[in-house]
Antibody, heavy 120, light 107 residues
């Protein structure tokens, strides 16, 4: 059974940093591109970042470029999101998601999500 | 960025009814369209990919159609467990963008 379990969220002050982790199991982690998707309270979904299966390529939405870093450790089957210079508008639930088998397929598995609140 | 416009924003329907949700892309996305269901307090789940392919385990009362810029999700014989928010997403270009969501409630 595919499982994605996020951790590391919580309350953080504006301008500070936070690192999210996503532990994957039930599939061959290093065969899949992975992504982070966020959802502000009572709002829609926003793609944040994607990393290729081998970590060689990364992609970010404009609003997080230069502040967030997506990475992975295939030996540990774990995905990360380092979030620096956090802003109040980064407040959201962050989901780890697996990119489906084909590029245009979408995200076929999602974690339960972890809440990040940026506030003083 | 490709803009995804969903309609309606909310929908109320009776058990057994058929409902349709629309999604309009700001440019041709060549059927690279996914639909997700998000139940209250839960994470999204993939229903449909490539506009009309049913994901594993998804009931056959769900179906997707469309091409170019216009897509739709149809739910036949509405069940109580279908109460959710539904999102479309284009997977043609980066950044991957989502529609604003359609909240489906029971009448």
């Amino acid at each position: 059974e595919v499982q994605l379990v996020e951790s590391g969220g919580g309350l953080v002050q504006p301008g500070r940093s936070m690192k999210l982790s996503c532990a994957a199991s039930g599939f061959t982690f290093n065969n899949y591109d992975m992504a982070w998707v966020c959802q502000a309270p009572k709002k829609g979904l926003e793609w944040v970042a994607t990393i290729s299966y081998d970590g060689s390529s990364t992609y970010y939405r404009d609003s997080v470029k230069g502040r967030f870093t997506i990475s992975r450790d295939n030996a540990k089957s774990t995905l990360y999101l380092q979030m620096d210079s956090l802003r109040s508008e980064d407040t959201a639930t962050y989901y780890c998601a697996r990119q489906g088998d084909y590029p245009g397929m979408g995200f076929d598995y999602w974690g339960q999500g972890v809440m990040v609140t940026v506030s003083s | 960025d490709i803009q995804m416009t969903q309609s309606p924003a909310s929908l109320s329907a009776s058990l057994g009814e058929t409902v349709t949700i629309e999604c309009l892309a700001s440019e041709d996305i060549y059927s690279n369209l996914a639909w997700y269901q998000q139940k209250p307090g839960k994470s999204p789940q993939l229903l449909i990919y490539y506009a009309n392919s049913l994901n594993d385990g998804v009931p056959s009362r769900f179906s997707g159609s469309g091409s170019g810029t216009q897509y739709s999700l149809k739910i036949n014989s509405l069940q109580s467990e279908d109460v959710s928010i539904y999102f479309c997403q284009q997977n043609y270009d980066s950044p991957r963008t989502f529609g604003g969501g359609t909240k489906l409630e029971l009448k």
